[in-house]
């Protein structure tokens, strides 16, 4: 079993749509989970970082954790075609420089 | 700017022939890492270091060399690549401190003939 297994898409929504990409993880010591985008042809940036259970909000994201089911959530309201990437959590337990990633879920926003 | 920069972009090598892919930072950062992409297993973790002169094994290492002499240089050797090793190549960066951002380079294609 993958430590961290999150759908490849790809997912395509139609703009203003509101979307949920997910995943889940098996290692219950994970406290640190962070999402990244990633455009094409360049590298991740970090887009939410959340520590250990809760919500988190900024603007049209919100990224939600929910340690009891090892299952976190990005959501982004109102998407638009520049929201078109791939999306990739990555979790840690304390240690930042042992980043665990998905396999990324690629999202398609259409005009 | 802060930025993580790789050299080379992209590059087309034979079995067996050494290389060297440059990686470089300017925001002072301790942590460096290298990681791998690939279709269906996501970024894989190769090398990482915590400063310098000090250097980790990732999940992936067999196979490549790192060497860390100074705090904004963090270059990866394969001594002798394999087909195998074809794959998207990244370089990361961070402060040291549990959850900090790390900070991506644009990516290195390299192609194992």
């Known amino acids: 079993q993958k430590e961290v297994e999150q759908d490849p898409g790809p997912l395509s929504v139609p703009e203003g749509a509101i979307v949920s990409l997910n995943c889940t993880y098996s290692?219950?010591?994970?406290?640190?989970f962070m999402w990244y985008r990633q455009y094409s042809r360049k590298g991740p940036e970090l887009l939410m970082y959340t520590y250990s259970s809760g919500n988190k909000e900024d603007g049209r994201f919100t990224a939600q954790v929910d340690k009891s089911s090892k299952y976190i959530s990005l959501f982004i309201r109102d998407s638009q075609p520049s929201d078109s990437a791939t999306y990739l959590c990555?979790?840690?337990?304390?240690?930042?420089?042992?980043?665990?990633f998905g396999t990324g879920t690629r999202l398609l926003v259409s005009p | 700017e802060a930025q993580v920069t790789q050299n080379p972009r992209y590059l087309i090598t034979v079995t067996g022939k050494k290389l060297t892919v440059t990686c470089s930072q300017n925001m002072n950062h301790e942590y460096m890492s290298w990681y791998r992409q690939d279709p269906g297993l996501g970024l894989r973790q190769i090398y990482y270091?915590?400063?310098?002169?000090?250097?980790d094994k990732g999940d992936v290492p067999e196979g490549y060399k790192v060497s860390r002499k100074e705090k904004r240089n963090f270059p990866l050797i394969l001594e002798s690549p394999s087909p195998n090793q074809t794959s998207l190549y990244f370089c990361?960066?961070?402060?040291?401190?549990?959850?900090?951002?790390?900070?991506f380079g644009p990516g290195t294609r390299l192609t194992v003939l």
């Open positions: 290692n219950s010591a994970f406290q640190y």
């Open positions: 270091s915590m400063n310098v002169e000090v250097t």
């Open positions: 990555a979790i840690t337990d304390t240690g930042f420089q042992k980043l665990v």
């Open positions: 990361a960066s961070a402060q040291a401190g549990a959850g900090n951002e790390q900070f």
